[in-house]
């Protein structure tokens, strides 16, 4: 497993400011700061819940059904079993070769615990 860890948790140029290897209760955690670490997540926790709790009182407000939909996937019927699955759409990549990534909420830094990022999240 570590190898794995080593191999695709490195940082890498240009990803989403979503990806979750720049998470920063991870790099406390791999700096052996466990405390920190620990704080951090339950931060990181608390703030998602808050957006989704700001989306569902925006749902309330417009009387409208929830429809999240993810950044990077679309819910679709799958032609073989009829199941509902979520393929990728493969606008992620050209979202990373141009480094546009407006569309992604911030979530990892400090001024995301106080922010409403407009009600949607990765």
Do not use: H
């Not at 990803?15 to 700061?33: F, H, I, K, Y």
């Not at 569902?56 to 019927?77: C, H, L, N, R, S």
């Amino acid at each position: 497993s570590s190898g794995i860890n080593a191999e695709y948790g490195e940082p890498e140029e240009g990803v989403a400011p979503t990806d979750s290897r720049r998470r920063p209760d991870q790099r406390l955690m791999e700096n052996q700061n466990y405390l920190d670490a620990n704080a951090m997540k339950v931060k990181l926790e608390e703030a998602q819940r808050a957006r989704r709790r700001a989306r569902e009182a925006q749902i309330v407000i417009e009387g409208t059904p929830a429809k999240y939909q993810p950044k990077w996937f679309k819910k679709q019927t799958c032609d073989i079993t009829g199941d509902d699955i979520w393929r990728f759409t493969e606008e992620y990549w050209e979202c990373k070769k141009n480094m546009t990534w407006d569309r992604c909420p911030v979530i990892y830094e400090d001024e995301a615990y106080v922010q409403d990022d407009g009600l949607d999240e990765t």
